[in-house]
C-alpha cells in the first residue's frame, strides 16, 4: 500500500513563502513524474508544477518565478515552495505521485491527503 503524505501548509500573509512537503511510502518500486495540483473554492483541480524522476521541471503560468518544484529520489519526497504568495494562491494543495509497486504493474497515479494554504491580504 502506498501513502502520500503532505505537510507544511498554513497561514501566510501576502508577499510571503511557505514550504510543501510531500513524502511517499509503502512497497515502492519506482516513481516516474511528481507533482503538485490546487483546488481553490468553486474552481476545478489545476496543476501547477511537476517533475520527472530526472529532473526536468513545468510550471503553471501563474505561479512561474514564484513556485519551485524540487525532488529528493532518495527520500521520495517532492517540495515546493513558494515565494510572493498572493490571496489567490489560496486553496488545498494536493500532492500526485506515478508509482509503481510491483515490477509486474504498471505506473498508477497516487494522491496525497491535501493541505490548506490560506494567504491573507
Known amino acids: 500500500q502506498v501513502q502520500l503524505v503532505e505537510s507544511g501548509g498554513g497561514l501566510v500573509q501576502a508577499g510571503g513563502s511557505l514550504r510543501l512537503s510531500c513524502a511517499a511510502s509503502g512497497s515502492i518500486i519506482s516513481i516516474k513524474t511528481m507533482g503538485w495540483y490546487r483546488q481553490a473554492p468553486g474552481k476545478q483541480r489545476e496543476l501547477i508544477a511537476g517533475?520527472?524522476?530526472?529532473?526536468?521541471?513545468n510550471y503553471a503560468d501563474n505561479v512561474k518565478g514564484r513556485f519551485t518544484i524540487a525532488r529528493d529520489n532518495a527520500k521520495n519526497t517532492v517540495y515546493l515552495q513558494m515565494n510572493s504568495l498572493k490571496p489567490e494562491d489560496t486553496a488545498v494543495y494536493y500532492c500526485t505521485a506515478e508509482i509503481r509497486v510491483s515490477w509486474f504493474s504498471a505506473y498508477d497515479n497516487y494522491w496525497g491527503q491535501g493541505t490548506q494554504v490560506t494567504v491573507s491580504s
Open positions: 517533475v520527472t524522476s530526472g529532473g526536468t521541471t
